[in-house]
Nanobody, 124 residues
Framework: QVQLVESGGGLVQAGGSLRLSCVCS????????GGWFRQAPGKEREFVAA????????WAADSVKGRFTISRDNAKNTMSLQMNSLKPEDTAVYYC?????????????????WGQGIQVTVSS
């Protein structure tokens, strides 16, 4: 059974940076592609960024492209999301997820395992 645990969230001012981390336990993370999603109050969960199992391919939503960077370290069973130039509209609960698909996956229904989520709040 795969377990995912996020860390690194918190409160930051607009224009600031945060780095989210996701640690995978139970299975080797290199068996899965990974993704980050977020959900703001009253809104549906939305795709943020994804990375293939090898880390060779990544994709990010237009709303975060150029500001957020997804990466992974399979030797450490971790995945990260570096968030720069944060905006108040980035405020949400952020979730990491793992998929048995090896390629980049945007569709949340294709993910098999989810973390519990972590709050990111950006003040104006």
């Amino acid at each position: 059974q795969v377990q995912l645990v996020e860390s690194g969230g918190g409160l930051v001012q607009a224009g600031g940076s945060l780095r989210l981390s996701c640690v995978c336990s139970g299975r080797t993370f290199s068996s899965y592609s990974g993704g980050w999603f977020r959900q703001a109050p009253g809104k549906e969960r939305e795709f943020v960024a994804a990375i293939s199992w090898s880390g060779g391919a990544t994709w990010a939503a237009d709303s975060v492209k150029g500001r957020f960077t997804i990466s992974r370290d399979n030797a450490k069973n971790t995945m990260s999301l570096q968030m720069n130039s944060l905006k108040p509209e980035d405020t949400a609960v952020y979730y990491c997820a793992a998929s048995t698909y090896s390629i980049v996956v945007v569709d949340p229904s294709k993910y098999d395992y989810w973390g519990q989520g972590i709050q990111v709040t950006v003040s104006s």
